[in-house]
């Protein structure tokens, strides 16, 4: 008889009350119970990691078959891997989706269409951009409308779009945080494809309407319905999982002129919405894939 598997879903104890979280905690936790897996919700509150000469220790107790980490705290990823966890996703992918510029240089080379992304020079919180020079050579690559993204946002925040100099100025000067610039997809303006995938498949897909914004985030007032990716769409988002190596997540992919072009990639993607206008749990398929990889 094979013994039950068990994980946890590690989520952040500061962001768990919202209703996106609870919700996608509640999925995963009956998916697996329809799978007989022991899995319950660990917040990263409760894994505080203990790091001195001897090496990393993780007050975990006993030690679970698999994690879904559900949170961007990197650094708790890296030691529970270190510990000797497998982590869905793992800590490097974590850390490459989380950073838009990591993404970027992640992705560059490998024949994925994308906007032309030019990554900003480092500042720092509290020192901002002193300096404007550097603008002059990315107004002159990129022209205007420009989009301006920090490193790090979810839900299509911290992301503005530049009609002109004094626009981009006055974007930058606002901020204390790593940019980066990319090419405005005009033909996609308030539209954009989200592909769900995992283990190497496209699962499900929705198409993400908003009229009065260029950003097509359903946090910003979007619409969705279900949507049948293209060859080409879910071609694309198997590439960009692969190059940087995730078990799932939710790609965002823009409408090009000559085909799609990547915009995000989000390696702990929330899935009620995509259930609601799919009828398709991704939930029920994340589960299948690490019964796969980690079962007996």
Same mark, same amino acid.
């Given at each position: ?43 990263? %509150? ?241 589960? %299948? ?8």
């Amino acid at each position: 008889m094979m013994r039950q598997l068990s994980g946890w879903i590690v989520s952040n104890r500061f962001l768990g009350a919202q209703e996106k979280f609870v919700q996608l905690n509640q999925r995963l936790l009956s998916a697996a119970s329809r799978r007989n897996l022991s899995l319950r919700v660990v917040t990263n %509150d409760q894994l505080l990691v203990k790091a001195d000469r001897q090496g990393l220790q993780v007050e975990t107790g006993d030690k679970p078959d698999f994690v879904i980490f559900m949170d961007k705290d990197v650094r708790l990823a890296q030691a529970l891997e270190r510990s000797g966890m497998r982590l869905f996703n793992t800590a490097r992918a974590i850390e490459i989706c989380d950073d838009k510029s990591l993404t970027a240089l992640a992705i560059a080379g490998f024949g994925i269409d994308m906007s032309m992304t030019i990554l900003g020079p480092k500042t720092f919180d509290g020192i901002g951009y002193s300096s404007l020079e550097f603008l002059k050579e990315i107004e002159q690559k990129i022209g205007f409308p420009m989009v301006v993204k920090e490193c790090f946002g979810s839900f299509g925040q911290q992301v503005a779009l530049a009609q002109d100099k004094e626009q981009l100025a006055g974007i930058v000067l606002q901020t204390s945080k790593s940019l980066i610039f990319q090419e405005f997809i005009a033909e996609s303006a308030g539209r954009d494809v989200r592909i769900n995938v995992v283990g190497g498949r496209v699962v499900a897909s929705m198409l993400r309407i908003n009229p009065n914004d260029f950003r097509a985030n359903v946090t910003n007032g979007a619409s969705i319905q279900a949507y049948q990716p293209t060859a080409d769409e879910s071609a694309m988002a198997l590439q960009v999982c692969a190059a940087i190596g995730v078990d799932f997540a939710g790609v965002d992919l823009l409408f090009g002129k000559d085909g799609p072009v990547f915009c995000e990639i989000n390696a702990s993607a929330h899935i009620e919405n995509i259930y609601q206008c799919t009828g398709i749990d991704v939930s029920e398929t994340m589960l %299948d894939h690490i019964m796969q990889e980690v079962g007996e």
